[in-house]
């Protein structure tokens, strides 16, 4: 972070790459990626920066580092990113419309069913289930219900 003129962005990703092991720890890879993101940013790499920044954000909330977050945040916001929620995974990644599809879809109703119930278009529906699927990271209607049932998941299935 000191080298002159900017931070070394080589370093920093070597820096996470060393923290980003199987159990990190989530303070410091959350700090590493978020001096990365903003020296990607200040460095002109404005769409690599957010995907990076967005990523130490979720870590920052997951650790329940405020100071991070909100400093994530406000480099997101500079790098021209609209960060809706501080989590991107998980359960409470998912917006009130992505949750209302996924509590039917985990009853059993097919996308056309739900895109009659709640008077949207199928396409609709289908967006928002691609969203639930990736934010909760299941490929199945069980390992969903899994998920929204807070029941740990099941990679084997």
Do not use: F
């Amino acid at each position: 972070m000191i080298a002159e003129p900017v931070p070394d962005i080589g370093l920093l990703h070597r820096s996470v790459a060393v923290l980003d092991t199987i159990d990190p720890s989530l303070l410091e890879l959350a700090t590493s990626l978020l001096e990365l993101g903003a020296a990607q940013r200040r460095a002109g790499e404005r769409v690599r920066c957010r995907s990076t920044l967005r990523r130490a954000l979720d870590l920052a909330h997951q650790a329940g580092a405020t100071a991070i977050g909100k400093r994530a945040h406000e480099e997101l916001l500079a790098a021209g990113a609209r960060p809706r929620r501080p989590v991107i995974q998980g359960p409470n990644a998912l917006t009130p419309s992505e949750h209302r599809i996924a509590d039917l879809m985990a009853q059993g109703m097919t996308s056309r069913q739900i895109a009659e119930q709640l008077y949207l278009t199928l396409s609709t529906v289908e967006w928002h289930r691609r969203n639930v699927y990736r934010k909760l990271d299941v490929n199945s209607r069980q390992t969903l219900k899994d998920a929204l049932s807070g029941q740990p998941l099941d990679t084997e299935r």
